[in-house]
Protein backbone atom coordinates (compact mmCIF):
# COMPACT_ATOMS: atom_id res chain seq x y z
CA UNK A 1 0.00 0.00 0.00
CA UNK A 2 1.70 3.15 -1.21
CA UNK A 3 -1.34 5.82 0.26
CA UNK A 4 -2.94 6.42 3.27
CA UNK A 5 -6.56 5.90 3.34
CA UNK A 6 -9.10 8.48 3.70
CA UNK A 7 -9.60 9.03 7.71
CA UNK A 8 -13.16 8.63 9.61
CA UNK A 9 -15.62 12.05 9.94
CA UNK A 10 -14.88 11.55 13.79
CA UNK A 11 -11.45 11.98 13.69
CA UNK A 12 -8.90 14.35 14.66
CA UNK A 13 -6.77 16.33 11.79
CA UNK A 14 -3.61 14.41 11.40
CA UNK A 15 -1.71 17.66 11.95
CA UNK A 16 -3.18 17.67 15.26
CA UNK A 17 -3.28 14.33 16.41
CA UNK A 18 0.16 13.84 15.24
CA UNK A 19 1.31 17.26 17.84
CA UNK A 20 -0.72 15.34 20.36
CA UNK A 21 1.48 12.09 19.43
CA UNK A 22 4.57 13.27 19.67
CA UNK A 23 4.47 15.04 23.07
CA UNK A 24 4.10 13.21 26.54
CA UNK A 25 4.17 9.91 27.83
CA UNK A 26 3.71 7.22 25.30
CA UNK A 27 0.96 5.56 27.27
CA UNK A 28 -0.89 8.56 26.68
CA UNK A 29 -0.03 8.70 23.09
CA UNK A 30 -1.06 5.12 22.31
CA UNK A 31 -4.64 5.84 24.49
CA UNK A 32 -5.49 8.48 22.32
CA UNK A 33 -4.46 6.68 19.12
CA UNK A 34 -6.30 3.86 19.65
CA UNK A 35 -9.69 6.22 19.95
CA UNK A 36 -8.60 7.18 16.03
CA UNK A 37 -9.53 5.57 13.15
CA UNK A 38 -6.37 2.83 11.55
CA UNK A 39 -6.68 5.45 8.43
CA UNK A 40 -6.51 8.61 11.27
CA UNK A 41 -3.66 6.99 13.11
CA UNK A 42 -1.41 6.29 10.18
CA UNK A 43 -1.55 9.85 8.62
CA UNK A 44 -0.66 10.66 11.75
CA UNK A 45 2.09 8.25 12.85
CA UNK A 46 3.47 9.11 9.12
CA UNK A 47 4.09 12.86 10.32
CA UNK A 48 6.17 11.73 13.27
CA UNK A 49 9.49 11.36 14.16
CA UNK A 50 10.39 7.44 13.30
CA UNK A 51 11.94 7.50 16.84
CA UNK A 52 8.54 8.35 18.25
CA UNK A 53 6.64 6.33 15.75
CA UNK A 54 8.60 3.53 16.75
CA UNK A 55 8.14 4.01 20.11
CA UNK A 56 4.14 3.99 19.87
CA UNK A 57 4.16 0.82 17.53
CA UNK A 58 6.55 -1.08 20.31
CA UNK A 59 3.37 -0.83 23.21
CA UNK A 60 1.70 -3.88 24.00
CA UNK A 61 -1.44 -1.43 24.65
CA UNK A 62 -1.45 -0.45 20.53
CA UNK A 63 -4.88 -2.25 19.74
CA UNK A 64 -4.21 -2.31 16.34
CA UNK A 65 -0.16 -1.77 15.54
CA UNK A 66 -0.89 -4.72 12.23
CA UNK A 67 -3.33 -2.49 10.47
CA UNK A 68 -1.57 0.74 11.26
CA UNK A 69 1.78 -0.28 9.42
CA UNK A 70 -0.39 -1.82 6.15
CA UNK A 71 -2.02 1.58 5.65
CA UNK A 72 1.26 3.45 6.23
CA UNK A 73 3.27 3.46 2.74
CA UNK A 74 5.35 0.29 2.76
CA UNK A 75 8.95 2.29 2.21
CA UNK A 76 8.10 3.89 5.94
CA UNK A 77 6.63 0.98 7.54
CA UNK A 78 9.60 -1.10 6.47
CA UNK A 79 11.67 1.49 8.38
CA UNK A 80 9.43 1.48 11.45
CA UNK A 81 9.49 -2.34 11.36
CA UNK A 82 13.31 -2.33 11.56
CA UNK A 83 13.26 -0.19 14.54
CA UNK A 84 11.37 -1.88 16.71
CA UNK A 85 12.11 -4.64 19.12
CA UNK A 86 11.91 -8.20 17.30
CA UNK A 87 9.28 -9.75 18.99
CA UNK A 88 7.00 -7.14 19.06
CA UNK A 89 7.79 -6.71 15.10
CA UNK A 90 7.37 -10.48 14.77
CA UNK A 91 4.14 -9.96 16.39
CA UNK A 92 2.56 -7.25 13.75
CA UNK A 93 4.32 -9.55 10.56
CA UNK A 94 1.95 -12.07 11.94
CA UNK A 95 -1.59 -10.66 11.76
CA UNK A 96 -0.53 -8.57 8.37
CA UNK A 97 -2.42 -10.11 5.51
CA UNK A 98 -0.96 -10.59 2.04
CA UNK A 99 -0.07 -8.78 0.13
CA UNK A 100 1.17 -6.86 2.45
CA UNK A 101 3.78 -9.08 3.65
CA UNK A 102 5.26 -10.26 0.19
CA UNK A 103 5.48 -6.27 -0.51
CA UNK A 104 7.16 -5.36 3.21
CA UNK A 105 10.15 -8.21 3.32
CA UNK A 106 11.88 -7.53 0.68
CA UNK A 107 12.23 -3.82 2.45
CA UNK A 108 13.15 -4.70 5.35
CA UNK A 109 17.08 -4.98 6.48
CA UNK A 110 19.05 -8.31 6.67
CA UNK A 111 19.23 -8.66 10.10
CA UNK A 112 15.12 -7.77 10.29
CA UNK A 113 14.68 -10.44 7.98
CA UNK A 114 16.33 -13.32 9.76
CA UNK A 115 14.78 -12.25 12.81
CA UNK A 116 11.61 -12.76 12.30
CA UNK A 117 12.06 -15.98 10.07
CA UNK A 118 12.97 -17.36 12.98
CA UNK A 119 10.16 -16.28 15.39
CA UNK A 120 7.58 -16.67 12.93
CA UNK A 121 8.67 -20.50 12.09
CA UNK A 122 7.43 -21.37 15.83
CA UNK A 123 3.93 -22.15 16.80
CA UNK A 124 1.92 -18.87 18.12
CA UNK A 125 1.38 -19.39 21.95
CA UNK A 126 5.54 -20.83 22.28
CA UNK A 127 8.40 -19.35 23.55
CA UNK A 128 9.85 -19.39 20.45
CA UNK A 129 7.28 -17.02 19.19
CA UNK A 130 7.10 -14.48 21.94
CA UNK A 131 11.01 -14.33 22.55
CA UNK A 132 12.93 -11.57 21.35
CA UNK A 133 16.61 -12.22 20.04
CA UNK A 134 17.59 -8.96 21.45
CA UNK A 135 19.75 -9.90 24.05
CA UNK A 136 23.03 -9.30 25.71
CA UNK A 137 25.57 -12.02 25.27
CA UNK A 138 29.30 -11.72 25.89
CA UNK A 139 32.18 -15.12 25.53
CA UNK A 140 33.39 -16.32 28.97
CA UNK A 141 36.60 -15.03 28.79
CA UNK A 142 35.47 -11.04 29.14
CA UNK A 143 36.85 -9.38 32.41
CA UNK A 144 33.42 -7.66 34.30
CA UNK A 145 34.95 -4.02 32.82
CA UNK A 146 34.58 -4.76 29.34
CA UNK A 147 31.38 -6.82 29.72
CA UNK A 148 30.05 -3.90 31.33
CA UNK A 149 31.62 -1.42 28.29
CA UNK A 150 30.00 -3.47 26.33
CA UNK A 151 26.94 -3.27 27.95
CA UNK A 152 27.20 0.33 27.27
CA UNK A 153 27.59 0.16 23.67
CA UNK A 154 24.79 -2.36 22.98
CA UNK A 155 22.25 -1.00 25.44
CA UNK A 156 20.03 1.04 22.92
CA UNK A 157 19.07 -1.55 20.91
CA UNK A 158 18.81 -4.49 23.43
CA UNK A 159 14.98 -5.21 24.94
CA UNK A 160 17.07 -5.38 28.41
CA UNK A 161 20.33 -5.79 29.58
CA UNK A 162 19.25 -7.29 33.51
CA UNK A 163 20.40 -9.94 32.27
CA UNK A 164 23.98 -10.77 30.82
CA UNK A 165 24.21 -14.30 28.95
CA UNK A 166 28.01 -16.06 29.36
CA UNK A 167 28.80 -17.86 26.67
CA UNK A 168 31.63 -20.74 26.26
CA UNK A 169 34.10 -18.87 23.24
CA UNK A 170 34.24 -21.85 20.92
CA UNK A 171 30.79 -23.58 21.43
CA UNK A 172 28.76 -20.66 21.58
CA UNK A 173 26.75 -22.72 24.21
CA UNK A 174 25.07 -21.03 27.63
CA UNK A 175 27.01 -21.36 30.74
CA UNK A 176 26.06 -18.75 33.14
CA UNK A 177 23.71 -15.81 33.29
CA UNK A 178 24.95 -13.04 35.09
CA UNK A 179 22.41 -9.76 36.59
CA UNK A 180 23.47 -6.65 36.31
CA UNK A 181 23.72 -5.95 39.89
CA UNK A 182 26.10 -8.87 40.28
CA UNK A 183 28.07 -7.45 37.85
CA UNK A 184 27.94 -3.75 39.09
CA UNK A 185 29.42 -4.66 42.08
CA UNK A 186 32.39 -6.98 40.88
CA UNK A 187 35.69 -6.34 40.82
CA UNK A 188 36.56 -4.82 37.52
CA UNK A 189 39.38 -6.90 36.67
CA UNK A 190 37.82 -10.40 37.38
CA UNK A 191 36.76 -12.46 34.73
CA UNK A 192 32.88 -11.95 34.06
CA UNK A 193 32.08 -15.55 34.98
CA UNK A 194 33.25 -14.53 38.51
CA UNK A 195 30.06 -12.42 38.99
CA UNK A 196 28.00 -15.04 38.54
CA UNK A 197 26.38 -17.63 40.60
CA UNK A 198 27.75 -21.07 40.61
CA UNK A 199 24.58 -22.78 39.25
CA UNK A 200 23.18 -23.73 35.65
CA UNK A 201 21.23 -21.24 34.06
CA UNK A 202 17.34 -21.87 34.08
CA UNK A 203 16.10 -22.18 30.60
CA UNK A 204 13.28 -23.39 28.36
CA UNK A 205 13.23 -25.03 24.59
CA UNK A 206 11.66 -22.55 21.89
CA UNK A 207 8.45 -24.99 21.80
CA UNK A 208 7.48 -25.08 25.24
CA UNK A 209 4.14 -23.68 26.08
CA UNK A 210 3.62 -19.93 27.16
CA UNK A 211 1.77 -20.74 30.31
CA UNK A 212 4.63 -22.94 31.34
CA UNK A 213 7.26 -20.09 30.73
CA UNK A 214 5.14 -17.88 32.84
CA UNK A 215 5.29 -20.78 35.48
CA UNK A 216 9.33 -20.91 35.79
CA UNK A 217 9.48 -16.84 35.41
CA UNK A 218 6.82 -16.81 38.66
CA UNK A 219 8.62 -19.98 40.14
CA UNK A 220 12.25 -18.67 39.75
CA UNK A 221 11.31 -14.92 40.04
CA UNK A 222 13.32 -13.96 36.91
CA UNK A 223 13.24 -10.63 34.63
CA UNK A 224 13.73 -12.99 32.03
CA UNK A 225 14.88 -16.61 30.86
CA UNK A 226 16.51 -17.74 27.75
CA UNK A 227 15.54 -19.58 25.24
CA UNK A 228 17.64 -22.36 24.01
CA UNK A 229 18.29 -25.34 21.65
CA UNK A 230 19.32 -28.32 21.98
CA UNK A 231 23.18 -27.62 21.98
CA UNK A 232 22.27 -24.71 24.58
CA UNK A 233 23.23 -22.34 22.07
CA UNK A 234 20.87 -18.96 22.95
CA UNK A 235 17.99 -18.69 20.29
CA UNK A 236 16.66 -15.51 21.94
CA UNK A 237 15.03 -14.61 25.56
CA UNK A 238 11.43 -14.05 26.97
CA UNK A 239 11.19 -11.02 29.24
CA UNK A 240 8.30 -10.88 31.65
CA UNK A 241 6.46 -8.10 30.47
CA UNK A 242 6.32 -10.61 27.10
CA UNK A 243 4.65 -12.92 29.52
CA UNK A 244 1.86 -10.40 31.30
CA UNK A 245 0.94 -9.78 27.64
CA UNK A 246 0.74 -13.46 26.87
CA UNK A 247 -1.03 -13.67 30.23
CA UNK A 248 -3.42 -10.96 29.18
CA UNK A 249 -4.27 -11.93 26.27
CA UNK A 250 -4.77 -15.83 27.28
CA UNK A 251 -6.74 -14.55 30.53
CA UNK A 252 -9.51 -12.82 27.67
CA UNK A 253 -9.17 -16.08 26.04
CA UNK A 254 -10.29 -17.98 29.25
CA UNK A 255 -12.99 -15.63 29.95
CA UNK A 256 -14.60 -15.20 26.82
CA UNK A 257 -14.71 -19.08 27.10
CA UNK A 258 -15.80 -18.90 30.77
CA UNK A 259 -19.16 -17.38 29.16
CA UNK A 260 -19.96 -19.31 26.63
CA UNK A 261 -18.20 -18.42 23.38
CA UNK A 262 -15.06 -18.31 20.71
CA UNK A 263 -12.40 -16.51 21.72
CA UNK A 264 -11.66 -12.92 20.08
CA UNK A 265 -8.65 -10.98 19.69
CA UNK A 266 -9.76 -7.88 18.73
CA UNK A 267 -11.09 -4.88 21.38
CA UNK A 268 -15.25 -5.05 21.76
CA UNK A 269 -15.37 -2.19 19.88
CA UNK A 270 -13.72 -3.20 16.94
CA UNK A 271 -15.31 -6.64 16.87
CA UNK A 272 -17.21 -7.59 13.27
CA UNK A 273 -21.18 -8.32 13.49
CA UNK A 274 -20.37 -11.60 11.59
CA UNK A 275 -17.14 -12.29 13.58
CA UNK A 276 -19.95 -11.82 16.46
CA UNK A 277 -22.26 -13.73 15.37
CA UNK A 278 -19.77 -16.63 14.75
CA UNK A 279 -18.35 -16.66 17.81
CA UNK A 280 -21.25 -16.64 20.40
CA UNK A 281 -23.49 -18.32 17.74
CA UNK A 282 -21.81 -21.86 17.28
CA UNK A 283 -21.80 -21.74 21.25
CA UNK A 284 -25.32 -20.88 21.38
CA UNK A 285 -26.17 -23.92 19.31
CA UNK A 286 -24.73 -26.54 21.34
CA UNK A 287 -25.97 -25.06 24.69
CA UNK A 288 -29.22 -24.86 22.94
CA UNK A 289 -28.91 -29.09 21.84
CA UNK A 290 -27.79 -29.95 25.57
CA UNK A 291 -30.73 -27.77 27.16
CA UNK A 292 -32.74 -30.22 24.49
CA UNK A 293 -32.25 -32.75 26.77
CA UNK A 294 -33.81 -30.60 29.36
CA UNK A 295 -37.05 -30.68 28.08
CA UNK A 296 -36.84 -34.27 26.83
CA UNK A 297 -36.67 -35.41 30.94
CA UNK A 298 -39.41 -32.65 31.70
CA UNK A 299 -41.29 -35.12 29.01
CA UNK A 300 -40.42 -38.13 30.43
CA UNK A 301 -41.79 -36.99 33.77
CA UNK A 302 -44.71 -36.05 32.23
CA UNK A 303 -47.31 -37.83 34.44
CA UNK A 304 -45.57 -37.24 37.61
CA UNK A 305 -45.75 -33.58 36.87
CA UNK A 306 -49.25 -33.76 36.19
CA UNK A 307 -50.11 -35.69 39.42
CA UNK A 308 -48.09 -32.93 41.68
CA UNK A 309 -47.85 -29.51 39.90
CA UNK A 310 -46.32 -28.06 42.99
CA UNK A 311 -43.20 -29.86 42.07
CA UNK A 312 -42.66 -27.77 39.49
CA UNK A 313 -42.09 -24.10 41.49
CA UNK A 314 -38.92 -25.95 42.70
CA UNK A 315 -37.75 -26.95 39.38
CA UNK A 316 -35.70 -23.55 38.80
CA UNK A 317 -34.31 -23.96 42.71
CA UNK A 318 -32.82 -27.52 42.02
CA UNK A 319 -31.16 -26.12 38.50
CA UNK A 320 -29.61 -23.18 39.49
CA UNK A 321 -28.26 -24.61 42.48
CA UNK A 322 -26.67 -27.71 40.46
CA UNK A 323 -25.81 -25.65 38.37
CA UNK A 324 -24.47 -22.64 40.39
CA UNK A 325 -21.75 -25.88 42.30
CA UNK A 326 -20.53 -27.27 38.76
CA UNK A 327 -19.53 -23.59 37.86
CA UNK A 328 -17.61 -23.05 41.21
CA UNK A 329 -15.84 -26.40 40.81
CA UNK A 330 -15.09 -25.64 37.69
CA UNK A 331 -13.65 -22.45 38.48
CA UNK A 332 -11.04 -23.59 40.96
CA UNK A 333 -9.92 -26.38 38.96
CA UNK A 334 -9.25 -24.27 35.59
CA UNK A 335 -7.49 -21.57 37.65
CA UNK A 336 -5.56 -24.62 39.39
CA UNK A 337 -4.80 -26.52 36.79
CA UNK A 338 -3.34 -23.43 34.84
CA UNK A 339 -1.02 -22.80 38.10
CA UNK A 340 0.39 -26.20 37.87
CA UNK A 341 -1.12 -26.75 41.51
CA UNK A 342 -2.91 -29.97 40.19
CA UNK A 343 -2.00 -32.67 37.26
CA UNK A 344 -3.79 -34.69 35.17
CA UNK A 345 -3.02 -37.28 37.23
CA UNK A 346 -4.77 -36.00 40.56
CA UNK A 347 -8.21 -36.63 39.20
CA UNK A 348 -8.86 -38.88 41.68
CA UNK A 349 -7.71 -36.77 44.40
CA UNK A 350 -9.60 -33.86 43.45
CA UNK A 351 -12.59 -35.89 43.04
CA UNK A 352 -12.10 -37.48 46.63
CA UNK A 353 -11.98 -34.22 47.49
CA UNK A 354 -15.24 -32.97 46.00
CA UNK A 355 -17.25 -35.53 46.96
CA UNK A 356 -17.62 -34.58 50.11
CA UNK A 357 -17.37 -30.75 49.10
CA UNK A 358 -20.22 -31.15 47.28
CA UNK A 359 -22.34 -33.70 49.75
CA UNK A 360 -21.66 -31.15 53.12
CA UNK A 361 -22.92 -28.23 50.71
CA UNK A 362 -25.73 -30.11 49.37
CA UNK A 363 -26.92 -30.63 52.98
CA UNK A 364 -26.51 -27.10 53.90
CA UNK A 365 -28.94 -26.01 50.87
CA UNK A 366 -31.12 -29.18 51.65
CA UNK A 367 -31.40 -27.70 55.38
CA UNK A 368 -32.47 -24.54 53.83
CA UNK A 369 -35.24 -25.86 50.65
CA UNK A 370 -36.73 -28.37 53.74
CA UNK A 371 -37.01 -25.01 56.15
CA UNK A 372 -38.27 -22.97 53.77
CA UNK A 373 -41.12 -25.07 52.39
CA UNK A 374 -42.29 -25.37 56.11
CA UNK A 375 -42.13 -21.71 57.07
CA UNK A 376 -44.22 -21.07 53.92
CA UNK A 377 -46.46 -23.67 55.08
CA UNK A 378 -46.70 -22.99 59.04
CA UNK A 379 -47.08 -19.20 58.04
CA UNK A 380 -49.32 -19.52 55.67
CA UNK A 381 -47.61 -17.79 52.53
CA UNK A 382 -48.32 -21.00 50.52
CA UNK A 383 -50.48 -23.72 50.99
CA UNK A 384 -48.68 -27.20 49.92
CA UNK A 385 -51.42 -29.43 50.62
CA UNK A 386 -51.48 -32.37 53.24
CA UNK A 387 -48.33 -33.94 51.76
CA UNK A 388 -46.11 -30.94 52.32
CA UNK A 389 -43.72 -32.85 55.24
CA UNK A 390 -43.01 -35.23 52.27
CA UNK A 391 -42.65 -32.38 49.37
CA UNK A 392 -40.15 -30.40 51.74
CA UNK A 393 -38.10 -33.31 52.25
CA UNK A 394 -37.81 -34.66 48.76
CA UNK A 395 -36.59 -30.49 47.78
CA UNK A 396 -33.78 -30.82 50.77
CA UNK A 397 -32.86 -34.76 49.11
CA UNK A 398 -32.72 -33.71 45.61
CA UNK A 399 -30.48 -30.71 46.58
CA UNK A 400 -27.93 -32.66 48.80
CA UNK A 401 -27.91 -35.40 44.97
CA UNK A 402 -27.81 -32.17 42.71
CA UNK A 403 -25.40 -30.72 44.29
CA UNK A 404 -23.07 -33.56 45.29
CA UNK A 405 -23.37 -33.96 41.44
CA UNK A 406 -22.61 -30.60 39.88
CA UNK A 407 -19.48 -30.42 42.36
CA UNK A 408 -17.76 -33.75 41.56
CA UNK A 409 -18.99 -33.19 37.49
CA UNK A 410 -17.73 -29.59 37.62
CA UNK A 411 -14.13 -30.28 39.05
CA UNK A 412 -13.85 -33.37 36.68
CA UNK A 413 -14.89 -31.67 33.23
CA UNK A 414 -11.70 -30.13 33.10
CA UNK A 415 -9.66 -33.20 33.37
CA UNK A 416 -11.35 -34.38 30.73
CA UNK A 417 -11.16 -31.89 28.51
CA UNK A 418 -7.28 -30.95 29.18
CA UNK A 419 -7.22 -34.82 28.18
CA UNK A 420 -8.94 -35.09 24.82
CA UNK A 421 -6.80 -32.00 24.18
CA UNK A 422 -8.99 -29.22 24.23
CA UNK A 423 -8.52 -26.20 26.75
CA UNK A 424 -10.18 -26.80 29.84
CA UNK A 425 -11.44 -23.29 29.86
CA UNK A 426 -13.67 -24.86 27.64
CA UNK A 427 -15.95 -26.60 30.59
CA UNK A 428 -17.11 -23.01 31.12
CA UNK A 429 -20.13 -21.92 33.00
CA UNK A 430 -22.71 -22.52 30.67
CA UNK A 431 -21.59 -25.76 29.94
CA UNK A 432 -21.32 -27.42 33.12
CA UNK A 433 -24.72 -25.69 33.93
CA UNK A 434 -26.33 -27.54 30.65
CA UNK A 435 -24.91 -31.34 31.58
CA UNK A 436 -26.25 -29.84 35.52
CA UNK A 437 -29.78 -29.01 34.79
CA UNK A 438 -30.70 -32.99 32.68
CA UNK A 439 -29.02 -34.68 35.35
CA UNK A 440 -30.58 -32.48 38.04
CA UNK A 441 -33.80 -33.13 36.79
CA UNK A 442 -33.70 -37.05 36.97
CA UNK A 443 -32.47 -36.60 40.37
CA UNK A 444 -35.07 -34.28 41.67
CA UNK A 445 -37.97 -36.55 39.91
CA UNK A 446 -36.22 -39.78 40.84
CA UNK A 447 -36.19 -38.85 44.58
CA UNK A 448 -39.68 -37.61 44.59
CA UNK A 449 -40.92 -40.65 43.16
CA UNK A 450 -39.53 -42.60 46.13
CA UNK A 451 -40.82 -40.12 48.62
CA UNK A 452 -43.74 -39.23 47.09
CA UNK A 453 -45.02 -42.91 45.89
CA UNK A 454 -48.36 -43.51 46.88
CA UNK A 455 -49.01 -40.00 48.05
CA UNK A 456 -49.05 -37.52 45.07
CA UNK A 457 -47.66 -40.04 42.89
Known sequence: MDSIPETAPDDLPADTLAARLVRGHVADAVELLNEQSTAAGAAALAQLPAERAIEIL?????????????????????????????????????ELEEPV???????????????????LSYPAGTAGSMMTTEFVSVPAGWT????????????????????????????????RSVGLRRLIIADPAAPVLSAARDMEPVTVSPLLDQEEVARLIRRHDLLAVPVVDEAQHVLGIVTVDDVIDAMVEEGTEDVHRFGGMGATEEPYTQIGFGTMLRKRGGWLCILFLGEMLTASAMQHYEVALERAVVLTLFIPLIMS?????????????????????????????????????????GVILGAIGLGRVALWQVLGIYDYGEHWARIGLTVGAALVGVVTFGSLAGSMLPFLLKRVGFDPASASAPLVATLVD????????????????????
Open 58 to 94: DTPELEDPAGLVAALPQGQAAILLDGMSADQAAEVFR
Open 101 to 119: RAGLLPRLGDETQVSLQQL
Open 144 to 175: VERTLQHIRAVESTRETVYAIYVLDPDTRALL
Open 321 to 361: SGGNSGSQATSLLIRALALGEVKLRDWWRVALRELPTGLVL
Open 438 to 457: VTGLVIYFSVAVAVLGGALL
